[in-house]
């Protein structure tokens, strides 16, 4: 029998956080319910990240049903081994965090910031292999959304394996949850758990 989790209600990152402790119990079937798409993907990744098998299915208005099954070894786990091979190398390569909060550069004109964004983002490549994860937030999630040179850009990085995280609270905020075209559907948990993780962030 499935072990049920009604998250319904809770705001991000609970959802998450609430599944992360019930996956501390082990069990082999899991049910986590959740009244948000963002809520649904990211339990959804979380899972599938951790060993299970996920299938979200929205049974009525405000309902996701995140379903489970322990499938094998966990993603994540690798992860930390691949990381802690990486941590060992005798040319350990630095992560760069690049944290967007806006779609625009500075203030006073959003067209200019609109322009200089552009430029921003084209330019990025010449960080390397150093440019390792882009965070968006609030407003910076209109540039995974938009169709233009930024998301071009972005789309362009994302090839050349930057990891996009773009927040799904904010995607939902500002209805763009249909429109995103580039990077991964995140949460605050992994937000914050980037920013721990990364060597240097660059704020624009």
Known sequence: MAEVLDCRGLVCPEPVVRTRSLLTQNP???????????????????LARNGYAPR???????????TAHRAGVSCAAAEDIIAAADD?????????LVFLSSDTVGSGSDELGSRL???????????GDNLWRIVMVNG??????????????????????????VC??????????EQKQVGETTNMLDIV????????????
Request: proline share 5%; aromatic share 6%.
């Open 88 to 96: 060992n190398a005798p040319e350990k390569k630095s992560r760069t």
């Open 140 to 165: 910076g999630v209109r540039l995974a959304s938009t169709p233009g040179p930024c998301l071009d850009a972005l789309k362009k990085l994302e090839r050349n394996g930057v990891s996009l995280l």
């Open 193 to 204: 758990t980037s920013l721990d993780l990364a060597d240097k962030v660059i704020r624009v």
């Open 168 to 177: 799904g609270t904010c995607l939902d905020y500002y209805h763009l949850l």
């Open 28 to 46: 082999n079937d899991v049910e986590v319910l959740v009244d948000n798409a963002p809520a649904s993907e990211n339990v959804s990744r979380f």
């Open 117 to 127: 964004m552009a430029n921003f983002l084209a330019t990025l490549p010449e960080m």
């Open 56 to 66: 979200v299915e929205k049974r009525e208005d405000e309902l996701w049903v995140v």
